[in-house]
């Protein structure tokens, strides 16, 4: 439903959207997650037809977004960061004038507030003017906002920010269910926030594409190796000298010596089964084994991975 | 013609959601009052010739209060992010906010007949330049709101917003006034005098409702708009 062909944006000298490509389909939910200042926003800002792009292209569910953005418009459900919202309006006043700028039909006014405000959460509320809310209840009534004519698209820049756990945690479960059958596209610089939720993930750096896959996909891609944690209570020099030997240790750190038990991180190959290879050593060596963890690569490795690489070039 | 209808109402309901339009009518019913009972006490004329004579200059100053917030509050507030990415055309927004602007002005103005009725009995006001004056006072209103207008979507500090929109009215209103004609180069006077604000409304007040001059004060106002609504989209300039 969105196709981005190497869309470049620049500001003055900067660039902060450079050649970024990428394809997203109805029941996804994308996860847009890069550093702040990565040009998450400002992608953002070129699919909902807020900014221009100096080059390239980009088609929201057919409609090109400099050609026709008024049909892109209409396709999508958009909540800028932060949720800037008229304060001095009430929370129905302002969803009642977002009714009809969405042109939705008089008949269907009222059920679709009403369907918003039970997504939302916003029952407590509606009487209030949106200057008295809490940040957490905006952020729910620029959700509520975006939602009102049922868009199959749905755009939210850092959707969960200034939110409290509780809170996250709904607004991921919204998320998730939304995108069942429609497209999410939200920007996020929290990364278990994109494990959590996101059926793909797009890790943008320095306004360039870096990484782009399932969450699955992007750890086993890390994925060169294993890392072992290992304690065992035996000599030092005997447990080192044995861990020279071993073929598939690739590396060993010493982390710590704690009342006789040595603790180590070991680097093997992969598909080695280390942990198991590591306990018969221990064994036949008649040693006893305090601690034995295998350390999954996550999301987070690869994220600093990725971004790191690309600052230092 | 539903989104422009949209735009008016909200912007239209936000002024008095606020305490602008409340000062706007206060001060200027205050303002006038008193302007029409000088006259008519001190100088026992039941006629508006002061109050219409002085308006210029107390618009200058209250229309750019009306209009600073219209586009530099959304930008400063980032409304404007999700204003823009509705499906509105952006000239649809620009003529709903000027609209909300000119039917505050009217309202208020309106307001103010009461007190050339109320002493309709006492006098014998003229009701041929009462009327055109009104009509001159809307008119002019109008293009001190389209002036003040373009003046906030340039920035996104309200008080920037007023100090341009005042000093752009002030320019407007100064070069059709005799002490600059009379000073500037001969080439220039003629241009200057039809540029003028105030040369063109004082030609209404005397009771000729001149299609030229409509025709000015139209044109005035589509410019400005125009140039607001290109003002909006640049940033969407490649």
Redesign the interface.
């Given at each position: 439903m969105i196709e981005v062909r190497e869309l470049t944006k620049s500001y003055g000298t900067t660039v902060a959207v450079d050649q970024v490509s990428f394809d997203a389909h109805a029941g996804e939910v994308l996860g847009f997650l890069g550093p702040n200042g990565a040009g998450k926003t400002t992608t953002m800002r070129i699919l909902t037809c807020y900014l221009s792009a100096d080059a390239g292209s980009a088609t929201v569910a057919g409609h090109d977004v400099f050609e026709e953005s008024v049909e892109v418009r209409k396709q999508i459900g958009y909540l800028p960061e932060s949720a800037p919202l008229y304060a001095d309006m009430g929370v129905i006043e302002y969803l009642n004038f977002m009714t009809q700028v969405r042109h939705i039909p008089k008949s269907q006014r009222k059920e679709r507030t009403r369907a918003v405000i039970d997504i939302c959460g916003l029952e407590d509320v509606i009487q209030k003017d949106i200057g008295e809310l809490s940040k957490g209840y905006r952020q729910r009534v620029g959700l509520a906002q975006s939602l009102i004519h049922d868009p199959p698209i749905l755009i939210l820049d850092e959707p969960t920010s200034g939110l409290d756990p509780s809170q996250i945690i709904e607004i991921r479960n919204l998320i998730k269910n939304i995108g069942q059958e429609k497209l999410v596209l939200f920007s996020t610089h929290i990364l278990p926030e994109v494990s959590a939720t996101c059926s793909r993930i797009l890790i943008i750096n320095n306004g360039k594409i870096v990484a782009n896959g399932t969450p699955e996909e992007l750890s086993s891609q890390a994925e060169g190796e294993e890392i072992v944690h290992i304690a065992i209570r035996g000599s030092q020099e005997a447990i080192e000298a044995e861990l020279n030997e071993l073929e598939f240790v690739s590396q060993w750190n010493h982390v710590d010596t704690d009342d006789g038990i040595v603790g180590y991180q070991i680097h093997a190959a992969q598909d080695s089964n280390a942990a198991e290879a590591l306990f018969h050593a221990v064994v036949k060596n008649g040693w006893s084994l305090t601690e034995l963890r295998q350390e999954s690569v996550d999301l987070e490795d690869v994220f600093l991975n990725l971004t790191d690489d690309e600052q230092a070039q | 013609m539903?989104?422009i209808?949209?735009?008016f109402?909200?912007e239209f309901?936000?002024y008095f959601?606020?305490p602008i339009a409340y000062i706007f009518i206060t001060f200027f019913l205050g303002i006038s009052a008193w302007l029409f009972f000088r006259s008519f006490f001190l100088l026992n004329q039941a006629e508006m010739r002061d109050f219409f004579g002085l308006m210029p200059w107390i618009f200058l100053f209250f229309i750019p209060a009306v209009t600073m917030k219209l586009w530099a509050e959304e930008k400063k507030?980032?409304?404007v992010?999700?204003l823009?990415?509705?499906?509105?055309?952006d000239y649809e927004v620009v003529i709903g906010k000027f609209l909300a602007s000119f039917a505050l002005l009217t309202v208020t103005v309106l307001l103010s007949l009461v007190l050339p009725l109320s002493v309709i009995y006492l006098g014998d006001p003229d009701g041929g330049t009462l009327i055109t004056g009104y009509v001159g006072l809307l008119l002019m209103g109008a293009a001190y709101i389209a002036v003040g207008f373009f003046a906030s979507t340039l920035t996104e500090n309200q008080i920037v917003s007023f100090i341009f929109g005042i000093t752009a009215c002030f320019v407007l209103l100064i070069i059709g006034e005799d002490i600059v004609l009379f000073n500037a180069p001969n080439w220039l006077s003629p241009i200057f005098s039809y540029l003028g604000l105030g040369a063109h409304y004082s030609s209404i007040l005397r009771g000729v409702l001149d299609s030229r001059d409509i025709i000015y004060y139209l044109s005035l106002i589509g410019f400005f708009l125009y140039l607001s609504t290109l003002s909006v989209e640049s940033?969407?300039?490649?």
């Open positions: - | 539903t989104n209808a949209a735009i109402k909200k309901r936000s959601n606020s507030l980032g409304t992010e999700i823009m990415t509705l499906p509105i055309r940033r969407k300039w490649r």
